[in-house]
């Protein structure tokens, strides 16, 4: 079900820009920067889960991707290849962080959806104030 969620994204973030945008060029972008963003949620999701824990774990791993994907979507089209890696790196270290809480306070939440969109979706809010390049202003 996770992978279907990723591709989701893809799906999302590459066709929405094309229509809005017209250029092929633009979703291009847009799929490299969601791939950027979301592996890097990944690796720091893992990286964060295995020098806390000791250990690698899958869940974290694919919350982190997810989390990943989430942060980049208000600005896949707009920012540098460069800024998705920063904005799911930071998504994946934040989704650790938050998961930690969640679990402190006992909200029951499986599969980490409370995380996952609790971390994602400020950085989505937040990042294309942060890093949208100059020419495209």
């Not at 066709?15 to 990944?42: C, D, I």
């Amino acid at each position: 079900m996770r992978v279907t969620r990723s591709a989701g994204m893809f799906g999302f973030n590459g066709v929405s820009s094309v229509v809005l945008v017209g250029k092929g060029l633009v979703a291009a972008k847009t799929m490299v920067n969601t791939a950027l963003s979301g592996a890097l949620g990944g690796v720091a999701s893992t990286a964060v889960r295995l020098f806390t824990h000791g250990y690698i774990d899958p869940l974290a791993a694919n919350n982190g991707i997810l989390s990943g994907l989430v942060a980049i979507v208000a600005s896949c089209a707009y920012v540098q290849p460069e800024m998705a890696i920063v904005i799911g790196a930071v998504a994946g270290v934040l989704y650790q962080g938050s998961s930690h809480i969640v679990l402190r306070l006992r909200v029951d939440d499986v599969v980490d959806a409370v995380s996952v969109h609790l971390t994602g979706k400020p950085c989505s809010v937040f990042s294309p104030a942060w890093h949208i390049h100059k020419c495209l202003i």
